[in-house]
């Protein structure tokens, strides 16, 4: 017989199944693992945030600041323009000096070649510089001496000229402390091809126009280089004929050409 649509549906209760105990358990097991699971993360969690605020703070401490900066090496130069230059200070916290830059500050300084900066814990930071080694000197417009490197770079003004520094002429205008002096270079490379003799007879070397170079010789005599190209054979031809003539009287030997040297006399 057909079911009545108005009559209300009756459910059959669903019969009871127990759990199978190994189920039970292992299901337990499983809540377990995850709890303690998330109790070790939390745990961490509280630990690395610990240690990371312990080092913040020990880091920042009044005892890691830098209490005694030391200058090693500087002899031309004053350790408080070194100290100046690197941009460190005393009370300043030690893990914020950048040793990179303050180097590479400090190798601005005009006399300064390299200089190497750390830090020493607590609370010391250490500068050793290297200087560099006075070459030579060339005149100023003011009748001073501006003394040179073997690069050219300027290193200081002096009122007086340095004994035993070569002369360098004809430069120009000169630039300030720490930069180079362009026209010197041509100059400087001559000189040091020279043979120690000859640098030794050696008063001065002037660079003209055109970059040409002459040596200006004790006692008299100036040797016409040339362009700065050839110099070990220009060097050698000119050793060459001051050691075989007689060189009294000399006023140009003109070796730039190195095969067909040309003195002449005064």
């Known amino acids: 017989m057909p079911r009545d649509p108005s009559a209300p549906v009756q459910h059959r209760p669903t019969p009871f199944v127990p759990m199978d105990p190994r189920i039970r358990r292992r299901r337990v097991e499983v809540r377990r693992h995850e709890g303690r699971r998330r109790l ?46 690197a941009g460190v200070w005393k009370g300043q916290s030690l893990v914020d000096v950048d040793v990179e830059a303050a180097a590479v500050a400090v190798e601005g300084l005009p006399w300064i070649d390299r200089a190497l900066v750390r830090r020493i814990w607590p609370s010391t930071v250490e500068v050793t510089v290297t200087e560099r080694t006075a070459s030579a000197v060339t005149s100023t417009n003011t009748g001073e001496w501006a003394v040179l490197d ?67 010789l004790n006692p008299q005599g100036t040797v016409r280089m040339g362009a700065v190209e050839a110099l070990e054979a220009k060097v050698r031809a000119t050793e060459t004929v001051l050691a075989s003539v007689d060189v009294r009287n000399l006023a140009i030997l003109d070796v730039r050409l190195p095969s067909s040297p040309v003195l002449t006399r005064a």
């Open 40 to 85: 070790r993360l939390l745990v961490s969690g509280m630990v690395i945030t610990l240690v990371t605020a312990a080092v913040w703070v020990g880091i920042r401490s009044p005892l890691l600041d830098v209490d005694r900066i030391t200058v090693v090496g500087a002899e031309r130069t004053p350790p408080d323009w070194v100290t100046e230059a």
């Open 150 to 216: 073997a690069t050219g770079r300027l290193l200081e003004t002096v009122p007086e000229r340095l004994p035993g520094l070569l002369v360098v002429e004809g430069v120009g205008e000169l630039p300030e402390p720490g930069a180079t002096v362009g026209r010197a270079r041509g100059p400087l490379a001559v000189f040091a091809a020279l043979s120690p003799a000859l640098a030794a007879r050696t008063l001065a070397v002037s660079v003209l126009d055109g970059g040409h170079i002459e040596l200006k």
